[in-house]
């Protein structure tokens, strides 16, 4: 660019109106505070915001901005005295509505006035560190109109008037009162909780305090709670409807404070209607009520719900299971407690949020009372026996899982889970052995079950006893299709092959079979030996069945389906008319107990006795004498001659099970020491029994006494020794 | 387009701009006239006289307000400014603040 | 835009040290100075290009200043206005002895001009035309002269005035702004030419609050001008080798001092003793003083001392018991003196400490057991020491340990491990040659961390895999040299890198720019003594906000880079080769 061509373009800064006037200030101040008049006065239209904007502008261009903004603070005083009167003139309901109208007033012309005083707003204020245009307003409104003296406390008595009014049924205008608080809060979230929360949030706990306090004296626990949580739903509508969404929190305190915290002790005991009588009665909507409003209080509402309903489940589940006249009957009991479960079940997931906390109280509660009762292992055994013999025919599948899992959620409670176990292997064999089993697959899923919760080891001895019924199926084919032909008419013989150790056999001694009977046995001994070599059988004859032709005096025929014993016996009176029990005795060599049981089954049927006693009587004596019964009849003509089958042990029984029980867990008490030992080496008393206790607690407790004693087998068998300075102190050897 | 979408501005010398509101409302004072809540001049006729704001200078302020919707929907072009016209030009930005 | 009435706020010396507390000199790269460097405009914040469209306001002061010359005067705009165009014209660097005449007579209020070219003292007519609207001057840097300042006695306001490295600014130029007592903020660094007679000035300026005369090597004796001045509050005399024990005496009446700088003078115990008085004094710096650890007794009479440099003051472990009464100090620096574990034992109480400086101090793994009880430990400086891995442990619960220094210490990888609970860590330097892979394997749960600083260690491509867990990272360094390309690869998705330093890695190729091209933040990059050449260049197009490049030892010459810079790279303000 030459010199030339930039003087031509030399620039003359922007030619302002150079001010000539001396009054130019303030004419141009009286044409801004004319129209900040007018625009109060309502008669704005046709100002021209444009001119008003430029006299305002150069007004500050021209550096009169301290002039401009302290008219403003003046002329605004005026305007908000002048309104202040007519507010505080005005009558009665009309008060809150004059007020609110005003301030509507205000606010608009607050914002015209900004928007025509904005070039001061952004440039004259920031630099003078003074209050921009719009808090300036709402601060004068502040300080001229809501805290003038005759004004602060009507407004605030006003509003707690209304709110009072409100609660007690009253319909208020709910618009207004919005539109007032929310002036409050535009003023500043301080003035809105001086000058109205913190006044608000004091008389309502006054007003709740005395209420609730009417309500305790005079209502049921379900009806409080129905009142209280209608307050609590009322507080927090009127807090969405016209507070600061801020004061939710703090006015729901109150209600919660005064009307549930304060009487928390006294609604949970309140006599026929607290807690207890809730659940009693399973007043599920009540409950739920009572939960929901016990977990807004802060410190341990629902741990006293809690606390109650424990000890209440405790009381009734401690009930349940030392009551003598429920052991008599263990399928019932069992599902006593199922039906106990469930109803607590059913309450918590309807009435407590399936509350986590409630649930951990209910399992530790059946935890508590189920081993209460030392039989409850056995027990639960025979419920599932009950089940899988008779109770789940014709069930759906899922509707048997559900059963099932029931069962296991009892077993989970077990402590003495191997003594479960114990009876169960017992109740398991002779279901399978008498072929009651009602469904394969359950009896399977159950065992999936056990495995799933207690381990492989658990379980790997059932499994073997269905292995053992299978093989034995196959074996017995096998069998039939060898020696079919040299059978002949010789009875037929079916044969089921039990690992030892796999089932609960007890030692005892084989009778004598009838010769009819022997000579197949004989056939079948020959050919499993011979194509199992080095095995060992023995016949395990207190447990077979056997079913019998028979024809009775008047020629009836009858198929007998009678356990192996009971044809030994009956067997015999194909060649006698009358034994007597020494003959029956001498002839099969059952043992004793076994006989009378089953003679007892025998003869002393109500109805249908194949055989006769004399002399008629229930007990089995040793020198009564039998006959067959010629007048015996049924409808049908397969009879089922009842064996006393699986129940509830005899006290002697039940003892002998623990002892066997007992016995078992020494070689896993020894076990786990050994485990424990040999990776610490070095450990006291106390630390070995607490890591055996924690070790085999998932199947039972082991008893401090016993792991003593087992701890001294070891130190005799040398596998641990005592420190010779700390007898305390035991040492791994080996 | 409808009346109510445009608006009239009106330069010292008397010469008239229609533009649409929203071109007009990229300034911050423009926008404060037509949307101030009192029925100011302004609002009830749909035009604005600026008697400190030359012809020239109006159209130019015009075209930076069509440039700046361009710009902001991502045509970034450079807005050409006469040197002769630039200190009127930030004056009247100033007082529109644009 | 506007904002033309706020005093730019002088607070370098407090905040710079209470900010950083251990001192940053013996960061190889020094690059915080980098990070921290701000060139963002000063009041117009222009935004081109990213959507945001700029106000006309702003396109007319660019136009303006393009045209500057067309212009006369600017004396008849609003104040704020000519305020928006003269910063704009400093900021583009248009501003000349010419364009300033425009602004004769414009009442703006900061004139900042410091470091700016060219300023003398044909400029102070037009400045000092602003009159009483002046507040404040920056000319630090300028050629501005005794005569120069005769102008400002009209400026009858003034509150800040800026004169660093004016070296031709002498007793006499004090003695013509002595008539401004309202100043509040004077500096005066690195001048030789005041004396302690024109330092009589200073009595008049009875409103002071901050005084900074760092690196004046005259000033012997003048301080006793100050002892008037009861509003001081910050005394900035670094570096001041003539100060004496005397020199403090006049101090010790000034009851409002907070901060008192005297680093690197003849001060000792005795002057220290004057300064028992003051109780507002929560900074001093005493480094590289000829002090004796029996100053700690007059100095624990200070009760609001928070921050205390006794950096380099050769304290000896004798003497060091009187620390433990400091129990109310934040930062403490006893960087580079003779103390031992011995002397870490009194640390244990001053359990306020949020930095501590031990650098090159011959302490050990035993000491560090004393500091496993300051809890609000944020920064640790323990390079140069004999700390080792198993010293590590006592550090291990310091949760609020922000930073930590452990370069060229006997720290092995195994040790590592002990810092993985330090999760508000955010700074580790650990320029230590027996780390490898392993010790960076046991860092990475540290995901906070930003600045990491491995620069001897021997990492390898394997090793950077754990990088991978550091997405926070504003700053890395891997010079170690077993870095090739693929090792790269976990580096370039690093998104918030702004310093990169990978030299001395020599199998790098060009291969490894390309990699790093989507570090759009990067602000300094160094791949010095490795196999890039000027082809790999184009890559870096991309890396706009790049300030420094440093490619020595590299195919690529000053003049590929300078092409670089004038294409692609404007902000790029230093590189190498030069």
Same mark, same amino acid.
């Given at each position: 660019?030459?010199?030339?061509?930039?003087?031509?373009?030399?620039?003359?800064?922007?030619?302002?109106?150079?001010?000539?006037?001396?009054?130019?200030?303030?004419?141009?101040?009286?044409?801004?505070?004319?129209?900040?008049?007018?625009?109060?006065?309502?008669?704005?239209?046709?100002?021209?915001?444009?001119?008003?904007?430029?006299?305002?502008?150069?007004?500050?261009?021209?550096?009169?901005?301290?002039?401009?903004?302290?008219?403003?603070?003046?002329?605004?005083?005026?305007?908000?005295?002048?309104?202040?009167?007519?507010?505080?003139?005005?009558?009665?309901?009309?008060?809150?509505?004059?007020?609110?109208?005003?301030?509507?007033?205000?606010?608009?012309?607050?914002?015209?006035?900004?928007?025509?005083?904005?070039?001061?707003?952004?440039?004259?204020?920031?630099?003078?560190?003074?209050?921009?245009?719009?808090?300036?307003?709402?601060?004068?409104?502040?300080?001229?109109?809501?805290?003038?003296?005759?004004?602060?406390?009507?407004?605030?008595? *006003?509003?707690?008037?209304?709110?009072?009014?409100?609660?007690?049924?009253?319909?208020?205008?709910?618009?207004?009162?919005?539109?007032?608080?929310?002036?409050?809060?535009?003023?500043?979230?301080?003035?809105?909780?001086?000058?109205?929360?913190?006044?608000?949030?004091?008389?309502?706990?006054?007003?709740?305090?005395?209420?609730?306090? !009417?309500?305790?004296?005079?209502?049921?626990?379900?009806?409080?709670?129905?009142?209280?949580?209608?307050?609590?739903?009322?507080?927090?509508?009127?807090?969405?409807?016209?507070?600061?969404?801020?004061?939710?929190?703090?006015?729901?305190?109150?209600?919660?404070?005064?009307?549930?915290?304060?009487?928390?002790?006294?609604?949970?005991?309140?006599?026929?209607?607290?807690?207890?009588?809730?659940?009693?009665?399973?007043?599920?909507?009540?409950?739920?009520?009572?939960?929901?409003?016990?977990?807004?209080?802060?410190?341990?509402?629902?741990?006293?719900? &809690?606390?109650?309903?424990?000890?209440?489940?405790?009381?009734?589940? @401690?009930?349940?299971?030392?009551?003598?006249?429920?052991?008599?009957?263990?399928?019932?009991?069992? !599902?006593?407690?199922?039906?106990?479960?469930?109803?607590?079940?059913?309450?918590?997931?309807?009435?407590?949020?399936?509350?986590? *906390?409630?649930?951990?109280?209910?399992?530790?509660?059946?935890?508590?009372?189920?081993?209460?009762?030392?039989?409850?292992?056995?027990?639960?055994?025979?419920?599932?026996?009950?089940?899988?013999?008779?109770?789940?025919?014709?069930?759906?599948?899922?509707?048997?899982?559900?059963?099932?899992?029931?069962?296991?959620?009892?077993?989970?409670?077990?402590?003495?889970?191997?003594?479960?176990?114990?009876?169960?292997?017992?109740?398991? =064999? @002779?279901?399978?052995?008498?072929?009651?089993?009602?469904?394969?697959?359950?009896?399977?899923?159950?065992?999936?079950?056990?495995?799933?919760?207690?381990?492989?080891?658990?379980?790997?001895?059932?499994?073997?006893?269905?292995?053992?019924?299978?093989t034995s199926q196959d074996t017995m084919q096998g069998f039939h299709e060898s020696l079919g032909?040299e059978l002949g008419?010789s009875p037929s013989l079916t044969v089921q092959v039990l690992?030892?150790?796999?089932?609960?056999?007890?030692?005892? =001694?084989t009778?004598?079979l009838?010769?009819e009977i022997l000579g197949v046995c004989e056939k079948f001994r020959s050919y499993y030996l011979g194509t199992h070599?080095?095995r060992r059988l023995s016949w395990q004859t207190?447990?077979g069945?056997a079913?019998?032709?028979?024809?009775?005096?008047?020629?009836?025929?009858?198929?007998?389906?009678?356990?192996t014993?009971?044809?030994?016996?009956?067997?015999?009176?194909?060649?006698?008319?009358?034994?007597?029990?020494?003959?029956?005795?001498?002839?099969?060599?059952?043992?004793?107990?076994?006989?009378?049981?089953?003679?007892?089954?025998?003869?002393?049927?109500?109805?249908?006795?194949?055989? &006769?006693?004399?002399?008629?009587?229930?007990?089995?004596?040793?020198?009564?004498?039998?006959?067959?019964?010629?007048?015996?009849?049924?409808?049908?003509?397969?009879?089922?001659?009842?064996?006393?089958?699986?129940?509830?042990?005899?006290?002697?029984?039940?003892?002998?099970?623990?002892?066997?029980?007992?016995?078992?867990?020494?070689?896993?008490?020894?076990?786990?020491?050994? &485990?424990?030992?040999?990776?610490?080496?070095?450990?006291?008393?106390?630390?070995?029994?607490?890591?055996?206790?924690?070790?085999?607690?998932?199947?039972?407790?082991?008893?401090?006494?016993?792991?003593?004693?087992?701890?001294?087998?070891?130190?005799?068998?040398?596998?641990?020794?005592?420190?010779?300075?700390?007898?305390?102190?035991?040492?791994?050897?080996? | 387009?409808?009346?109510?979408?445009?608006?009239?501005?009106?330069?010292?010398?008397?010469?008239?701009?229609?533009?649409?509101?929203?071109?007009?409302?990229?300034?911050?004072?423009?926008?404060?006239?037509?949307?101030?809540?009192?029925?100011?001049?302004?609002?009830?006729?749909?035009?604005?006289?600026?008697?400190?704001?030359?012809?020239?200078?109006?159209?130019?302020?015009?075209?930076?307000?069509?440039?700046?919707?361009?710009?902001?929907?991502?045509?970034?072009?450079?807005?050409?400014?006469?040197?002769?016209?630039?200190?009127?030009?930030?004056?009247?930005?100033?007082?529109?603040?644009? | 835009?506007?904002?033309?009435?706020?005093?730019?706020?002088?607070?370098?010396?407090?905040?710079?040290?209470?900010?950083?507390?251990?001192?940053?000199?013996?960061?190889?790269?020094?690059?915080?100075?980098?990070?921290?460097?701000?060139?963002?405009?000063?009041?117009?914040?222009?935004?081109?290009?990213?959507?945001?469209?700029?106000?006309?306001?702003?396109?007319?002061?660019?136009?303006?200043?393009?045209?500057?010359?067309?212009?006369?005067?600017?004396?008849?705009?609003?104040?704020?206005?000519?305020?928006?165009?003269?910063?704009?014209?400093?900021?583009?660097?248009?501003?000349?002895?010419?364009?300033?005449?425009?602004?004769?007579?414009?009442?703006?209020?900061?004139?900042?001009?410091?470091?700016?070219?060219?300023?003398?003292?044909?400029?102070?007519?037009?400045?000092?035309?602003?009159?009483?609207?002046?507040?404040?001057?920056?000319?630090?840097?300028?050629?501005?002269?005794?005569?120069?300042?005769?102008?400002?006695?009209?400026?009858?306001?003034?509150?800040?005035?800026?004169?660093?490295?004016?070296?031709?600014?002498?007793?006499?130029?004090?003695?013509?702004?002595?008539?401004?007592?309202?100043?509040?903020?004077?500096?005066?660094?690195?001048?030789?030419?005041?004396?302690?007679?024109?330092?009589?000035?200073?009595?008049?300026?009875?409103?002071?609050?901050?005084?900074?005369?760092?690196?004046?090597?005259?000033?012997?004796?003048?301080?006793?001008?100050?002892?008037?001045?009861?509003?001081?509050?910050?005394?900035?005399?670094?570096?001041?080798?003539?100060?004496?024990?005397?020199?403090?005496?006049?101090?010790?009446?000034?009851?409002?001092?907070?901060?008192? +700088?005297?680093?690197?003078?003849?001060?000792?115990?005795?002057?220290?003793?004057?300064?028992?008085?003051?109780?507002?004094?929560?900074?001093?710096?005493?480094?590289?003083?000829?002090?004796?650890?029996?100053?700690?007794?007059?100095?624990?009479?200070?009760?609001?001392?928070?921050?205390?440099?006794?950096?380099?003051?050769?304290?000896?472990?004798?003497?060091?018991?009187?620390?433990?009464?400091?129990?109310?100090?934040?930062?403490?620096?006893?960087?580079?003196?003779?103390?031992?574990?011995?002397?870490?034992?009194?640390?244990?109480?001053?359990?306020?400490?949020?930095?501590?400086?031990?650098?090159?101090?011959?302490?050990?793994?035993?000491?560090?057991?004393?500091?496993?009880?300051?809890?609000?430990?944020?920064?640790?400086?323990?390079?140069?020491?004999?700390?080792?891995?198993?010293?590590?442990?006592?550090?291990?619960?310091?949760?609020?340990?922000?930073?930590?220094?452990?370069?060229?210490?006997?720290?092995?990888?195994?040790?590592?491990?002990?810092?993985?609970?330090?999760?508000?860590?955010?700074?580790?330097?650990?320029?230590?040659? +027996?780390?490898?892979?392993?010790?960076?394997?046991?860092?990475?749960?540290?995901?906070?961390?930003?600045?990491?600083?491995?620069?001897?260690?021997?990492?390898?491509?394997?090793?950077?895999?754990?990088?991978?867990?550091?997405?926070?990272?504003?700053?890395?360094?891997?010079?170690?040299?077993?870095?090739?390309?693929?090792?790269?690869?976990?580096?370039?998705?690093?998104?918030?890198?702004?310093?990169?330093?990978?030299?001395?890695?020599?199998?790098?190729?060009?291969?490894?720019?390309?990699?790093?091209?989507?570090?759009?933040?990067?602000?300094?990059?160094?791949?010095?003594?490795?196999?890039?050449?000027?082809?790999?260049?184009?890559?870096?197009?991309?890396?706009?906000?790049?300030?420094?490049?440093?490619?020595?030892?590299?195919?690529?010459?000053?003049?590929?880079?300078?092409?670089?810079?004038?294409?692609?790279?404007?902000?790029?303000?230093?590189?190498?080769?030069?």
């Open positions: 660019m030459s010199g030339q061509k930039k003087k031509n373009f030399q620039i003359e800064a922007f030619k302002h109106r150079v001010m000539v006037d001396p009054k130019y200030a303030e004419k141009t101040w009286k044409i801004l505070e004319h129209a900040i008049q007018e625009i109060y006065n309502h008669n704005a239209s046709g100002l021209s915001f444009e001119e008003l904007y430029r006299n305002a502008y150069n007004m500050v261009l021209h550096k009169f901005g301290e002039k401009l903004y302290s008219g403003l603070v003046t002329t605004m005083t005026s305007h908000l005295s002048d309104i202040s009167k007519s507010i505080e003139a005005a009558q009665g309901e009309l008060f809150l509505e004059e007020l609110n109208r005003k301030w509507l007033d205000h606010n608009k012309a607050l914002q015209m006035i900004r928007d025509i005083l904005m070039y001061m707003d952004r440039t004259f204020i920031p630099s003078t560190q003074k209050t921009p245009v719009h808090e300036l307003g709402l601060n004068l409104w502040r300080d001229v109109v809501i805290h003038s003296s005759k004004t602060q406390i009507r407004l605030q008595d *006003t509003l707690l008037e209304l709110v009072h009014r409100e609660r007690n049924g009253e319909v208020i205008n709910r618009g207004l009162m919005r539109s007032i608080i929310k002036m409050l809060m535009d003023l500043g979230s301080s003035v809105y909780q001086d000058d109205f929360e913190q006044h608000f949030l004091e008389v309502s706990a006054n007003f709740y305090g005395l209420e609730s306090q !009417q309500y305790i004296e005079s209502c049921d626990c379900g009806d409080y709670l129905k009142k209280a949580e209608r307050r609590l739903n009322e507080e927090m509508e009127r807090v969405s409807h016209y507070l600061d969404a801020r004061s939710l929190e703090k006015i729901t305190n109150v209600v919660e404070k005064e009307m549930i915290e304060n009487h928390m002790h006294r609604l949970v005991h309140m006599e026929n209607s607290g807690l207890v009588n809730m659940l009693v009665n399973d007043k599920y909507d009540d409950l739920g009520r009572k939960y929901n409003l016990f977990r807004r209080v802060a410190n341990g509402g629902l741990l006293i719900v &809690r606390d109650v309903m424990t000890s209440y489940i405790r009381d009734t589940g @401690k009930q349940l299971v030392t009551d003598p006249e429920r052991l008599k009957d263990p399928v019932d009991f069992v !599902q006593r407690l199922l039906d106990l479960k469930d109803k607590y079940d059913k309450i918590i997931s309807l009435a407590f949020n399936n509350d986590k *906390t409630f649930q951990n109280a209910l399992n530790s509660s059946f935890e508590y009372f189920i081993n209460l009762n030392a039989r409850s292992p056995e027990f639960i055994s025979l419920f599932v026996d009950d089940k899988l013999r008779k109770g789940l025919k014709g069930v759906s599948e899922e509707d048997v899982e559900v059963v099932l899992d029931k069962v296991m959620m009892l077993f989970r409670y077990l402590q003495e889970k191997d003594v479960f176990e114990k009876y169960y292997k017992q109740h398991l =064999a @002779k279901r399978l052995l008498a072929g009651k089993t009602v469904s394969d697959d359950a009896e399977r899923s159950l065992i999936v079950k056990l495995k799933t919760e207690c381990g492989y080891q658990f379980t790997s001895k059932l499994e073997g006893m269905f292995t053992d019924m299978k032909a008419d690992t030892t150790g796999s089932w609960p056999t007890q030692p005892s =001694a009778c004598n009838p010769a070599t080095g207190n447990m069945t079913d019998l032709k028979a024809i009775f005096g008047k020629g009836q025929k009858h198929e007998l389906n009678v356990s014993y009971q044809m030994c016996v009956l067997m015999l009176f194909n060649n006698a008319g009358r034994l007597s029990y020494k003959e029956i005795e001498q002839a099969t060599e059952i043992p004793a107990s076994d006989l009378k049981r089953c003679l007892q089954s025998l003869a002393c049927a109500r109805v249908k006795s194949v055989l &006769r006693k004399e002399p008629i009587g229930r007990d089995i004596a040793e020198d009564d004498a039998f006959s067959v019964n010629d007048k015996f009849s049924s409808k049908l003509y397969k009879v089922r001659i009842s064996t006393v089958a699986a129940q509830r042990e005899s006290e002697p029984e039940n003892q002998e099970t623990r002892q066997r029980v007992e016995e078992d867990r020494k070689p896993q008490i020894e076990a786990a020491i050994v &485990r424990i030992m040999k990776s610490r080496r070095v450990l006291d008393h106390n630390n070995i029994v607490a890591e055996v206790i924690k070790q085999l607690q998932s199947r039972f407790l082991p008893n401090p006494v016993v792991i003593k004693k087992r701890i001294e087998s070891l130190i005799e068998r040398e596998f641990l020794e005592r420190d010779k300075n700390d007898r305390k102190l035991y040492r791994y050897l080996a | 387009m409808k009346k109510e979408d445009m608006v009239k501005l009106i330069s010292a010398e008397g010469f008239e701009f229609v533009i649409d509101k929203d071109a007009a409302m990229v300034s911050q004072t423009i926008y404060n006239m037509l949307t101030s809540p009192g029925s100011f001049a302004e609002t009830q006729h749909g035009e604005v006289t600026f008697p400190e704001i030359s012809t020239t200078i109006l159209e130019k302020i015009c075209k930076y307000f069509y440039w700046h919707l361009q710009f902001a929907s991502g045509k970034e072009t450079e807005f050409p400014i006469e040197p002769e016209l630039t200190l009127e030009l930030m004056m009247a930005a100033n007082y529109l603040h644009t | 835009m506007g904002g033309a009435c706020s005093r730019k706020s002088d607070q370098r010396d407090n905040e710079e040290i209470l900010h950083r507390g251990v001192s940053r000199k013996y960061c190889k790269s020094g690059s915080s100075k980098w990070l921290a460097t701000s060139f963002s405009r000063p009041a117009i914040d222009i935004q081109l290009g990213r959507g945001n469209c700029p106000p006309l306001m702003d396109l007319c002061i660019r136009k303006i200043c393009e045209d500057i010359d067309r212009y006369n005067t600017f004396s008849t705009l609003p104040r704020d206005i000519s305020q928006q165009i003269f910063n704009e014209l400093v900021y583009s660097q248009r501003l000349t002895d010419v364009s300033l005449k425009a602004f004769r007579d414009c009442a703006i209020q900061d004139l900042y001009l410091g470091e700016y070219p060219g300023v003398n003292d044909s400029w102070m007519d037009v400045i000092s035309s602003q009159g009483p609207s002046l507040l404040s001057v920056d000319l630090s840097g300028s050629e501005v002269t005794d005569t120069g300042l005769l102008h400002l006695k009209d400026c009858t306001n003034l509150l800040a005035l800026n004169f660093d490295y004016c070296d031709q600014i002498s007793d006499r130029g004090l003695e013509l702004i002595s008539g401004l007592s309202d100043l509040t903020s004077l500096s005066f660094r690195r001048n030789n030419a005041i004396t302690a007679k024109g330092m009589n000035a200073f009595t008049n300026l009875v409103n002071l609050v901050k005084l900074d005369l760092e690196r004046c090597p005259e000033i012997h004796g003048g301080l006793i001008n100050l002892k008037g001045l009861s509003k001081l509050e910050s005394l900035n005399l670094k570096c001041c080798n003539c100060i004496t024990d005397d020199d403090m005496k006049p101090l010790s009446g000034l009851t409002n001092l907070k901060a008192l +700088q005297i680093s690197c003078s003849k001060v000792t115990n005795v002057g220290i003793t004057f300064l028992k008085g003051l109780p507002k004094l929560s900074l001093l710096n005493l480094e590289g003083c000829r002090v004796t650890a029996a100053c700690l007794d007059s100095l624990s009479a200070l009760a609001a001392l928070l921050y205390l440099n006794l950096n380099r003051c050769k304290l000896p472990d004798d003497g060091c018991e009187n620390l433990s009464r400091f129990r109310n100090l934040k930062v403490l620096n006893l960087g580079f003196n003779d103390i031992t574990d011995a002397c870490l034992v009194h640390l244990k109480g001053l359990t306020n400490l949020e930095s501590l400086n031990l650098d090159s101090c011959r302490i050990g793994d035993e000491g560090l057991v004393n500091l496993t009880g300051l809890r609000h430990l944020k920064c640790l400086e323990l390079s140069d020491t004999e700390v080792g891995s198993s010293g590590l442990r006592h550090l291990s619960g310091l949760a609020n340990l922000e930073s930590l220094n452990l370069s060229f210490t006997a720290v092995d990888d195994g040790g590592l491990r002990k810092l993985s609970g330090l999760s508000s860590l955010k700074s580790l330097n650990l320029d230590v040659r +027996q780390i490898s892979d392993a010790g960076l394997a046991a860092l990475t749960s540290l995901t906070g961390l930003t600045h990491l600083d491995l620069f001897g260690a021997r990492i390898t491509d394997g090793g950077t895999n754990h990088l991978r867990n550091f997405k926070n990272l504003r700053s890395l360094e891997i010079c170690g040299g077993g870095l090739t390309d693929t090792g790269v690869k976990n580096i370039k998705n690093l998104s918030y890198l702004r310093l990169l330093n990978l030299s001395q890695n020599s199998n790098l190729t060009d291969k490894t720019l390309e990699l790093i091209s989507g570090l759009t933040e990067l602000v300094s990059l160094n791949v010095s003594n490795s196999r890039i050449t000027s082809v790999g260049l184009r890559h870096l197009k991309t890396l706009k906000n790049m300030k420094s490049l440093t490619l020595e030892g590299c195919k690529v010459t000053a003049n590929d880079i300078k092409r670089l810079q004038s294409t692609d790279l404007p902000n790029l303000v230093s590189f190498r080769p030069e």
